[in-house]
Nanobody, 115 residues
């Protein structure tokens, strides 16, 4: 089982980034997929979730609603997080998680929002 995040970068406030999480070693379409983040000195927090299968349902933390969009491609076995209107407080390591009976985590990708 492997989850590999990518797309993290240094970006100015107001900018955009798209994170990707490529999955392998399990049946991706059967798993609920989520993005979490962890800022220095803070607990890891849930950012966004998308249901299994077609991903017909999504949910977001209040802090990112209207700015972030989670999506999935079951052919490419990849989940995405489109992040717009980024703020300095979005700075964190972002992790993807696959959840069914068990949970799998990726290694994380750093997002830094700073001028």
């Amino acid at each position: 089982v492997q989850l590999v995040e990518s797309g993290g970068d240094l970006v100015q406030p107001g900018g955009s980034l798209r994170l990707s999480c490529a999955a392998s070693g399990f049946t991706f379409s059967l798993f609920v997929m989520s993005w979490y983040r962890q800022a220095p000195g803070k607990e890891r927090e849930l950012v966004a979730t998308i249901t299994s299968g077609s991903g017909s349902s999504t949910s977001y933390a209040d802090s990112v609603k209207g700015r972030f969009t989670i999506s999935r491609d079951n052919v490419k076995n990849t989940v995405y997080l489109q992040m717009n209107s980024l703020k300095p407080e979005d700075t964190a390591v972002y992790y993807c998680k696959a959840q069914r009976a068990v949970g799998y985590w990726g290694q994380g990708t750093q997002v830094t929002v700073s001028s």
